[in-house]
């Protein structure tokens, strides 16, 4: 991909800012490796490549952020619906639920895939080639706590004459959670570390692609079901999320 300057002064703005009712469909293709060991049972580990349709309506937008309404669709599989609040930097502040499904079932999918606005959450302020940002902000994600990392505006540029601008970012989120795992419950602690390379629209500072990689160790305790007594199992948890978001026009 060739890109030249986009403005004459070198600077934009890439912070999020999208107009309410705006629509963006993008198509994600994960690969998500686990690794699980929980006591004394053999290893498991398992591979699953998906494709994903996600669908964005923003619902409000203003000084204060926006709200938007995530649909993703898969092949064989229910469709997820989530409303989302990213605040006025475009960074993602909340996770709500919707038709009555909890915001923590995100399967193996992470913010940088399901919300690919999150994945620099670039400032406000005008932004040259080569300038960098601190990422730190609190995220309400059930079992999660802050997002921190860096950002930085590697490239500037114009391709099928939209105006371009590309970041890396390289961010952690802990996480601390119990989930359901059929008859058993699972509690993880740890963190995931995402690194991105994406490539932000300078109209409105929504994503056109992105491509990242989630890793994360967790500690693991398998507990008994709610409401009984039994045994702890300590384990542990390893991932390798890999995916490829592209915007579809």
Known sequence: MLLAPACADGTVRVAFRPPTGARYTYR????????????DRPERRTVEEDVFTAHHSVLSSGDDGSRVEVRVEAEGQEDRTFIVRFDRAGVLAEVQRIEGIPA???GGLGLSEL?????????????????RWVIDEVVDLPGSTRLQGTGRLTALGMVDGRKLAT??????LPVLRTADDGENRLRLDGTQRTRANSTHHLDDGAVEQVEAETTGTFGLQLLP??????????GR?????????????
């Open 28 to 39: 994600l293709t994960v690969t998500a490796e686990v690794v699980t060991r929980i006591g």
């Open 167 to 172: 970041v890396e970012s390289d961010f952690t």
């Open 104 to 106: 923590d079932i995100l």
């Open 115 to 131: 919300f690919p606005a999150a994945a620099a959450a670039p400032p406000e302020r005008p932004l040259a080639p080569g300038d």
């Open 225 to 234: 079901p709610e409401g009984t007594t039994g045994p702890i199992v300590p």
């Open 237 to 249: 948890l390893e991932v390798r999320v890999r995916s490829a978001t592209t915007r579809l026009h």
